[in-house]
């Protein structure tokens, strides 16, 4: 069988919380997290009308406990975070998992981060066009119709000022987790992983979406800190997400189940190789 790392963290005495977006249904996530709270079954929607659920010990959830999140969902995702890095008692080591859905579209921002940006003076990237010059298949996906065809400066502006506030918005709402984490007995034991999606070409090319193989959008963000780890230092080496999963293993001083695909970063992070090497 399968494990997901949340699950076997979970089997190895640790204290699982999850709040955000889990886009794997309810069966699965009843197998990885012992706790949550303001969880959302599903990949996107309003951020200010974001459906989730209060955690289920029984993992039904049930499409009555459903509520619209009241306010903007990343702020609700760290409100969970926060509590519960304030409130866990401590006997045991912990996973949280906080899957933020900003900044994805539909793209908008509370009032003080929107205000941060005006269209007027965004600044097009130079390699902004009003049409892809051909048909690289993913032309006519939802992320390619979210604005007219052909794109003009004046969209394009719109759509990244309103980006641009939302990774504004998300980053405040991290800040806050992590913030927590320094004030907690945890601080200096504990390890933060932060990823991301593809990029976003928002106007480069002639895009919007993350459907291509420019350099924009190939990219993933991986951040890891942590005690022992290298600090302020990039890494040219080949990885991927997957990576996260036996990475998180040798922190933890666990075995990688057969089953796992990928490879470990701590070598890299604490500097002792300065790329991976795969066959």
């Given amino acids: 069988p399968f494990h997901m790392f949340p699950e076997l963290l979970r089997q190895n005495g640790y204290q699982t919380f ?10 699965l996530f009843s197998r990885c997290f012992g706790d949550g709270g303001n969880i959302f079954f599903g990949g996107m929607g309003n951020q200010l009308q974001m459906p989730v659920q209060d955690f289920d010990p029984s993992g039904a959830y049930p499409k009555d406990r459903i509520r619209p999140s009241g306010k903007f969902a990343s702020e609700l995702f760290a409100d969970s975070a926060v509590r519960f890095l304030e409130t866990r008692d401590g006997k045991s080591p912990f996973l949280l998992y906080v899957p933020f859905t900003s900044p994805h579209d539909p793209r908008m921002a509370p009032k003080q981060f929107a205000d941060l940006y005006s269209p007027e003076k965004v600044t097009l990237p130079p390699n902004f066009l009003p049409r892809h010059p ?6 006519k996906i939802r992320d390619e119709m979210l604005a007219p065809h052909p794109r003009t400066p004046d969209v394009v502006r719109e759509h990244l000022a309103a980006y641009y506030a939302m990774v504004s918005e998300v980053d405040h709402e991290i800040g806050r987790i992590l913030d927590a984490i320094d004030k907690s007995p945890a601080a ?16 480069r090319h002639g895009l919007l979406g993350k459907q291509n193989l420019y350099d924009h959008s190939v990219h993933v963000p991986l951040i890891v800190t942590g005690p022992g780890l290298q600090r302020n230092k990039r890494s040219d080496a080949f990885v991927y997400l997957f990576d996260i999963f036996p990475t998180i293993c040798e922190l933890a001083g666990l075995a990688v189940p057969e089953t796992v695909d990928g490879v470990s970063l701590v070598p890299m992070l604490k500097g002792k190789r300065p790329a991976q090497t795969r066959e």
Avoid: C, Q, R, S
């Fill in 188 to 203: 200096k034991n504990t390890y933060v992983i932060f990823a991301g999606d593809n990029g976003l070409a928002v106007g």
């Fill in 18 to 27: 999850a709040t955000g977006k889990w886009h794997n249904g309810p069966k």
């Fill in 134 to 139: 051909f048909d690289n298949g993913e032309m």
